[in-house]
T-cell receptor, first 109, second 116 residues
Framework: GQNIDQPTEMTATEGAIVQINCTYQ??????LFWYQQHAGEAPTFLSY????GLEEKGRFSSFLSRSKGYSYLLLKELQMKDSASYLC??????????FGTGTRLQVFP | GAVVSQHPSRVICKSGTSVKIECRSL??????MFWYRQFPKQSLMLMAT?????????EQGVEKDKFLINHASLTLSTLTVTSAHPEDSSFYIC????????????FGSGTRLTVV
């Protein structure tokens, strides 16, 4: 089966750093994605990792370890607008994008 | 950039009726599209993969006779929820990946279905 797990909820303070973890067990692996989603809207692409290591893009960074089936999304200098759901998704070997359980992040002033 | 247009954005229907949701790729051809369902405070659940010119592939537990998928052209896929019931009320989102990019999945804006 496909299992992609994330913490359900997280809270953090404005200006702080938060790390959202994702562990996966899937039938094949062709890349891992992170998306941001606000309620009632479509997901917005944040990052993509296919090789091990860290990908940095502004305030957002994503890390991947394929041998451990593990990724994290790092958000720096948190802003109130970062309050949203963050979805980890794995592209399997049939090109399907399978989403994790999702993490709701609440940023407080 | 690649755009996927999804309509309607919101629909309310009576129990027992059918509802059709359209997903169009506006500036690229999509031989494959994906349909997801999302319940409140939950993540996206893949329902089926829509294949142009052939039958859709449904995920385990998804009733293919209830959720009819048609992908008759390279730019249009439709999802019809037949004999809708209140438990079908959900957020439905389609997605496609342009062949010009190795990883960029594009999502429609979603359809909020409420069955009363």
């Amino acid at each position: 089966g496909q299992n992609i797990d994330q913490p359900t909820e997280m809270t953090a303070t404005e200006g702080a750093i938060v790390q959202i973890n994702c562990t996966y067990q899937t039938s094949g692996f062709n890349g891992l994605f992170w998306y941001q989603q606000h309620a009632g809207e479509a997901p917005t692409f944040l990052s993509y990792n296919v090789l091990d290591g860290l990908e940095e893009k502004g305030r957002f960074s994503s890390f991947l370890s394929r041998s451990k089936g593990y990724s994290y999304l790092l958000l720096k200098e948190l802003q109130m607008k970062d309050s949203a759901s963050y979805l980890c998704a794995v592209r399997d070997n049939t090109d399907k994008l399978i989403f994790g359980t999702g993490t709701r992040l609440q940023v407080f002033p | 950039g690649a755009v996927v247009s999804q309509h309607p954005s919101r629909v309310i229907c009576k129990s027992g009726t059918s509802v059709k949701i359209e997903c169009r790729s506006l500036d690229f051809q999509a031989t494959t599209m994906f349909w997801y369902r999302q319940f409140p405070k939950q993540s996206l659940m893949l329902m089926a993969t829509s294949n142009e010119g052939s039958k859709a592939t449904y995920e385990q537990g998804v009733e293919k006779d209830k959720f009819l998928i048609n992908h008759a052209s390279l730019t249009l896929s439709t999802l019809t929820v037949t004999s809708a019931h209140p438990e079908d009320s959900s957020f439905y989102i389609c997605s496609a990946r342009p062949s010009s990019t190795n990883y960029g999945y594009t999502f429609g804006s979603g359809t909020r279905l409420t069955v009363v």
